[in-house]
């Protein structure tokens, strides 16, 4: 499953990268606006620093305006994936823009059948938003596991990529799911790594080396 960071905080973002387990990033207005950044010059730096599918989000409502600031925002690089919201208008846009070849992302998504239609529409990645589903006492590994189920049954090839996740656990849940990527923010992709057992269990071993009088392998 690759992995995404879902934040447009540049320092966040190349801290992370260095290590290679980025595999793309994911923004939306808010981010963006949260980093004090122009879109257009942060979304530049987000395509330098990860190789991978970078999410830039359209903020127009109609389809002809999405579809000019898609391009526009596609225009930056090569790797920029244009993210639309999933409104009737947005499937339009999304399917102009694959039409075109442009890589599309149908975010807010809370329903299969709005999976579905994005699908319909040619979308690259479909985004379900599993903590905002959660939030409202939903399922949202469940709307993950039926859009994997009815694409695969259906043979679509939109990727699954698990949005609006809240901790390690939801990162799990959406692996097992069969989610093609996950995106995360900072803090939880952090939290990925750690276990209390890992931690005790790599303290005993080395204490028990220090008690040999050795510091490195050779003495
Ligand atoms: C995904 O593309 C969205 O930017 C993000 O996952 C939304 O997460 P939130 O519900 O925590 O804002």
């Not at 442009?102 to 903590?131: D, E, H, Y």
């Not at 071993?205 to 009088?213: E, I, V």
Request: with cysteine; net charge negative.
């Amino acid at each position: 499953m690759q992995i995404f960071l879902d934040t447009a905080d540049i320092g966040e973002i190349r801290e992370r990268a260095a290590a290679g387990l980025v595999d793309g990033v994911t923004t939306n207005p808010s981010l963006i606006a949260k980093a004090g950044a122009g879109i257009f010059e942060r979304i530049a730096e987000i395509c330098e620093a990860v190789e991978g599918p970078i999410s830039a989000e359209v903020v127009a409502t109609d389809a002809e305006g999405m579809i000019a600031e898609g391009r526009r925002l596609r225009d930056i690089a090569a790797n920029v994936v244009v993210k639309l919201p999933l409104t009737a208008d947005g499937l339009i846009a999304c399917r102009a823009l694959s039409q075109d070849g442009i890589p599309t992302n149908v975010t807010l998504c809370f329903s299969l059948n709005q999976a579905l239609l994005a699908a319909k529409a040619g979308a690259s990645f479909i985004s379900p938003f599993v903590g905002r589903i959660e939030d409202m006492g939903g399922d949202g590994i469940g709307l993950l596991a039926a859009i994997r189920d009815v694409y695969d049954r259906y043979g679509y090839d939109t990727s699954v990529l698990a949005a609006s996740l809240r901790s390690p656990a939801h990162v799990e849940a959406a692996a097992l799911a069969g989610c093609d990527a996950a995106t995360l923010p900072p803090k939880i992709f952090d939290q990925m790594v750690r276990h209390p057992l890992t931690d005790s269990g790599l303290e005993a071993f080395l204490a028990d080396w220090r008690k040999t009088g050795r510091t490195g392998l050779d003495g």
